[in-house]
């Protein structure tokens, strides 16, 4: 939960098609030695931190983490909330216009660690327009939701758990 487990990427990279498989990243994270030791530092882990923890909800609960999401959280909650979006769902998404320009990997040091993480599967932004990103569970990066939906979730994890008599 506080990036400190040393893996914030892929090593080596994958590709945007290839987050898509859970399997295939989680064991690719689970192969891979940590950047520093496992509890040492911190660095953000923008995409992985999802996978990390859904992998382990996954081992603990034998549910994925869109599904325990879904039971424990965005139902009992009424938060129209998803981590693998339904393709019945799929009329109500919005476009994702992504930036114009890609970042400009000659322009950041590519050893620093925020390079690195954010390189090792380099998303252009116009993924989440595709049924196939909508539908992985991309815990990190793909969740799907409307601002009532994020506002509620947050409103439990502000409140102990409760909002509006709905306890988690």
């Known amino acids: 939960m506080g990036h400190t487990a040393g893996l914030p990427g892929w090593d080596p990279p994958i590709t945007p098609d290839e987050i898509l ?3 295939r990243v989680t ?11 496992p509890g040492t530092a911190s660095g953000y882990h923008a995409v992985t931190q999802g996978f ?7 081992r603990v609960t ?4 869109g599904t325990f999401f879904r039971d424990e959280v965005a139902e009992p ?4 909330f998803h981590i693998g979006l339904p393709e019945s769902e799929d009329h109500r998404t919005g476009r994702m216009v992504p930036p114009e320009e ?4 000659a322009a950041v040091d590519p ?12 998303l ?3 993924e989440p327009n595709t049924r196939a990103w909508r539908a992985a569970e991309i815990p990190a990066a793909g969740g799907t939701g409307n601002a009532r939906s994020v506002a509620r979730v947050h409103a439990a994890l502000a409140n102990g758990g409760s909002v509006d008599g709905d306890k988690l």
């Not at 034998?62 to 983490?65: E, L, S």
């Not at 890609?102 to 990997?105: L, R, S, V, Y």
């Open 21 to 23: 498989d859970w399997d």
């Open 27 to 37: 064991t690719a994270l689970a192969a891979q030695a940590p950047w520093w030791e």
């Open 52 to 58: 990390l923890e859904g992998e382990v909800v996954r």
């Open 62 to 65: 034998g549910r994925t983490i």
């Open 77 to 80: 909650l009424g938060a129209d």
């Open 102 to 105: 890609a970042m400009d990997a």
């Open 111 to 122: 050893t620093s660690v925020a390079a690195r993480a954010l390189l090792s599967c380099p």
């Open 124 to 126: 252009s932004g116009a």
